[in-house]
C-alpha cells in the first residue's frame, strides 16, 4: 500500500472500472478504513489520494474539509512515528533524550 490512491481502481480486476463516481470513490475510502487493523494503521496516504480525487468530482465544502481533516491525520502519522523513532533510536543508544544524560 502507500503512495498513489489506486485501491484497485481503474486496474484490471480492481474494485472499479470505467468512469470512477463519487459514491465508488467514498466506498474506497471507506474499504481503507475499514481494512486498517487501527487508526494509527490506516493508509492516510491513500485515504488523501482519494479525498482529491473525490473532491474533483464533487467539489463541496464537506468533502474539502474532510480532505483537509485527512491531510492533518497523514501529518500527525508521520510525526508520532518519527518521533517515537527518534526516542526508540535515544534508548537504543542508552541516552535519555528527555534528560540529555546516559542511563
Sequence with gaps: M???P???LGR??????GRVGRYALQ????????EA????ATDWRQVLGLYDELLKVWPTPVVAATAYRAALDLTD???EREFLATRLAAVDSG???GSGRSS
Excluded at 12 to 17: M, N, Q, S, V
Excluded at 37 to 40: C, H, I, K, L, P
Design 2 to 4: 502507500g503512495g498513489q
Design 6 to 8: 489506486d485501491a484497485g
Design 12 to 17: 484490471p480486476g480492481g474494485l472499479i472500472r
Design 27 to 34: 466506498a474506497a475510502i471507506a474499504s481503507l478504513h475499514s
Design 37 to 40: 487493523d487501527s487508526y494509527a
Design 77 to 79: 502519522n508521520v510525526a
Design 95 to 97: 541516552v535519555d533524550s
